[in-house]
């Protein structure tokens, strides 16, 4: 079987803060792997998702569709809220795969939901943007987010700006860039 990433991308826009997406891991092929992806990208019935993923993960997989089942399965988690579990499942993602970069995003995207550890989010988002993903605005409209909440306002701004640059027509960072007004001030002399 082989894997590629596709991303899928959920905004929960609330009122003038950002919330930040996700990023889904591919299994071309059959089997129950390919069904754990499909569970977490068209965020089916939890219960039924997560037995989908668990019967996937009792499959003879590949060590890369395995990490990556691990990814969408944490995607599930992560769409039922359970945070804890979600990590985990990156996290394991992340000793089998430590290349994946999808796994990074994800930590760093469910460290935000769970709060209070924007900087691990960054950390963990600038790790798998350096990686290369297929679709990098994923990650840097979460990095965005993150960047925001300890207020770092110019890097919210510049992975806004790249996100938006990243996928030309995607409105969410657009609209998130109406919020900031960029000055230019002369620097002196002296």
């Given at each position: ?10 905004l ?29 990208e ?17 499959e003879s ?18 769409q ?19 290349k ?19 900087r691990e ?14 679709r990098?605005?994923?990650?840097l ?6 960047h ?15 996100a ?7 409105q969410?960072?657009?609209?998130q ?14």
């Open positions: 079987m082989k894997a590629s990433a596709i991303l899928g991308v959920a929960l826009a609330g009122a003038g803060a950002a919330q930040p997406a996700q990023a889904a891991v591919s299994i071309i092929g059959g089997g129950m792997g390919r069904g754990c992806f499909l569970a977490a068209l965020k089916r019935e939890t219960r039924a998702s997560l037995d989908i993923c668990e019967r996937a993960l009792e997989l590949s060590r890369r569709d395995r990490a990556a089942t691990h990814v969408n399965r944490g995607i599930v988690y992560m039922a809220r359970n945070m804890e579990m979600a990590m985990r499942d990156y996290e394991s993602a992340i000793r089998l795969e430590p994946l970069a999808e796994a990074h995003i994800n930590l760093g995207i469910a460290l935000l939901h769970r709060g209070g550890r924007d989010a960054i950390a963990a988002l600038t790790r798998g943007i350096e990686m290369k993903p297929e990098p605005e994923v990650a409209y979460s990095r965005a987010v993150a925001e909440l300890i207020g770092d306002n110019r890097a919210a701004y510049e992975d806004y700006s790249a938006a640059a990243a996928r030309p027509g995607w969410e960072p657009v609209e860039l109406k919020r900031f007004s960029v000055e230019r001030r002369q620097v002196g002399n002296g």
